[in-house]
């Protein structure tokens, strides 16, 4: 009886596991599996808390501070002031919100400086010298000019010698204009805005100001293209010359006193020195202010449209001849209707001129600190200012 009770066991036993599927050896494979696989777990559960714990730790080759290059102060250096007018730095925090920037024109900075604005003028013209070498590991030298490549003379000199660029170009590496339009519901998204004019659509009574036609020239040569072009264009409409080749400015020679005279005209020459990529001076600007119409020499029409809508000037390459632009304006006094199109833009619009050089001095500094890591080197900058 045992030994049948012992059999019918390991029958029993035996179906059950076939029933399972499963054989002693495969039994033990099983076993073996899942002690492997709660090892594996376990393993990979730690790796898994121990990549969260790394990324709270700090780097560990890394002995400052975690603080982005961007977010670290900079020392600004103003190796030569504009022209040799000296005049108080700005604090850039107060005026622009740009924090992190310290402006110092004292040469005794130059080796702890992160960055240095050198001026075109004054070391193209011998009253300056360039920063001695060596120059301090990772300084960034910073070529800044406001001038015409007409008026920008021995660029070939600085090849190779600067990291960045600071110019009214569209295409310099700090990029400042000496004005630009805000639309409207832009106007309070940034602190340089706070300093914007509103521009007002003209009533009617603004349509008919009392005079024609004013140009301010303060620079004047015989072999500029603007001193021919009104040669040509006053032997048809009046115009009204202030400055230097006629009649005195108001006692405040400031561009306000320029922006009072201007709106009692309905047109002002916005005439350029000479013809460049971009060079759009303030004399465009300050005509804007005042609510005058510009007339415009310069860059194309095309690099106008790049600051202004199109119907916002009228352009001296629009006419075929000089006398065609001089019957295009008369009409436009008689008709009021027609000078209105010039100006209804205005209503959407702000207008900002930046403060020489309060404002490109802390511009330049925020490029520094988004730029810290990159030490090109401007090659070309003769062509490439010229071009």
Same mark, same amino acid.
């Given at each position: 009886?045992?030994?049948?009770?012992?059999?019918?066991?390991?029958?029993?036993?035996?179906?059950?596991?076939?029933?399972?599927?499963?054989?002693?050896?495969?039994?033990?494979?099983?076993?073996?599996?899942?002690?492997?696989?709660?090892?594996?777990?376990?393993?990979?559960?730690?790796?898994?808390?121990?990549?969260?714990?790394?990324?709270?730790?700090?780097?560990?080759?890394?002995?400052?501070?975690?603080?982005?290059?961007?977010?670290?102060?900079?020392?600004?250096?103003?190796?030569?002031?504009?022209?040799?007018?000296?005049?108080?730095?700005?604090?850039?925090?107060?005026?622009?919100?740009?924090?992190?920037?310290?402006?110092?024109?004292?040469?005794?900075?130059?080796?702890?400086?992160?960055?240095?604005?050198? %001026?075109?003028?004054?070391?193209?013209?011998?009253?300056?010298?360039?920063?001695?070498?060596?120059?301090?590991?990772?300084?960034?030298?910073?070529?800044?000019?406001?001038?015409?490549?007409?008026?920008?003379?021995?660029?070939?000199?600085?090849?190779?010698?600067?990291?960045?660029?600071?110019?009214?170009?569209?295409?310099?590496?700090?990029?400042?204009?000496?004005?630009?339009?805000?639309?409207?519901? %832009?106007?309070?998204?940034?602190?340089?805005?706070?300093?914007?004019?509103?521009?007002?659509?003209?009533?009617?009574?603004?349509?008919?100001?009392?005079?024609?036609?004013?140009?301010?020239?303060?620079?004047?040569?015989?072999?500029?293209?603007?001193?021919?072009?009104?040669?040509?264009?006053?032997?048809?409409?009046?115009?009204?010359?202030?400055?230097?080749?006629?009649?005195?400015?108001?006692?405040?020679?400031?561009?306000?006193?320029?922006?009072?005279?201007?709106?009692?005209?309905?047109?002002?020459?916005?005439?350029?020195?000479?013809?460049?990529?971009?060079?759009?001076?303030?004399?465009?600007?300050?005509?804007?202010?005042?609510?005058?119409?510009?007339?415009?020499?310069?860059?194309?029409?095309?690099?106008?449209?790049?600051?202004?809508?199109?119907?916002?000037?009228?352009?001296?390459?629009?006419?075929?001849?000089?006398?065609?632009?001089?019957?295009?304006?008369?009409?436009?006094?008689?008709?009021?209707?027609?000078?209105?199109?010039?100006?209804?833009?205005?209503?959407?619009?702000?207008?900002?001129?930046?403060?020489?050089?309060?404002?490109?001095?802390?511009?330049?500094?925020?490029?520094?600190?988004?730029?810290? %890591?990159?030490?090109?080197?401007?090659?070309?900058?003769?062509?490439?200012?010229?071009?």
């Amino acid at each position: 009886m045992g030994v049948v009770a012992q059999g019918r066991a390991a029958i029993t036993a035996h179906r059950a596991d076939r029933r399972s599927g499963l054989s002693q050896r495969e039994k033990c494979c099983v076993l073996v599996y899942r002690r492997t696989y709660s090892v594996c777990v376990a393993a990979i559960g730690f790796l898994l808390f121990l990549e969260v714990c790394l990324l709270y730790l700090p780097d560990p080759f890394t002995l400052e501070p975690l603080v982005s290059a961007e977010n670290s102060a900079v020392t600004l250096l103003i190796w030569t002031h504009p022209f040799g007018r000296y005049g108080k730095l700005p604090d850039c925090s107060a005026l622009f919100q740009i924090d992190g920037c310290t402006l110092t024109d004292d040469e005794r900075a130059y080796p702890q400086a992160d960055a240095v604005i050198v %001026h075109h003028r004054e070391v193209a013209k011998g009253t300056a010298e360039l920063p001695p070498d060596p120059r301090p590991s990772a300084q960034k030298w910073i070529w800044m000019n406001y001038e015409s490549p007409a008026h920008t003379p021995i660029l070939w000199r600085f090849e190779g010698v600067f990291n960045l660029t600071l110019s009214y170009r569209t295409d310099s590496d700090i990029f400042l204009p000496y004005g630009y339009l805000i639309p409207r519901e %832009h106007t309070d998204r940034t602190p340089q805005n706070r300093y914007a004019h509103p521009l007002h659509t003209p009533s009617h009574s603004h349509l008919l100001k009392p005079r024609l036609l004013a140009w301010v020239i303060s620079n004047w040569s015989e072999s500029h293209a603007r001193v021919a072009f009104y040669y040509q264009l006053r032997r048809y409409v009046q115009v009204d010359v202030f400055g230097r080749a006629g009649r005195p400015l108001p006692e405040d020679s400031g561009g306000g006193s320029v922006v009072r005279l201007v709106e009692r005209y309905q047109f002002y020459l916005a005439l350029e020195n000479s013809q460049h990529t971009d060079y759009i001076t303030e004399k465009l600007w300050n005509a804007v202010l005042a609510g005058a119409v510009p007339v415009v020499l310069g860059p194309s029409r095309k690099n106008y449209e790049r600051f202004l809508p199109p119907e916002a000037f009228i352009h001296v390459d629009d006419f075929p001849s000089v006398r065609g632009l001089a019957r295009y304006l008369l009409m436009l006094r008689r008709n009021p209707v027609r000078l209105r199109r010039h100006l209804d833009w205005r209503g959407s619009y702000s207008v900002h001129q930046p403060a020489f050089w309060a404002e490109h001095y802390c511009t330049a500094c925020r490029a520094v600190r988004r730029n810290r %890591h990159k030490t090109d080197v401007v090659k070309d900058l003769t062509y490439w200012f010229r071009s």
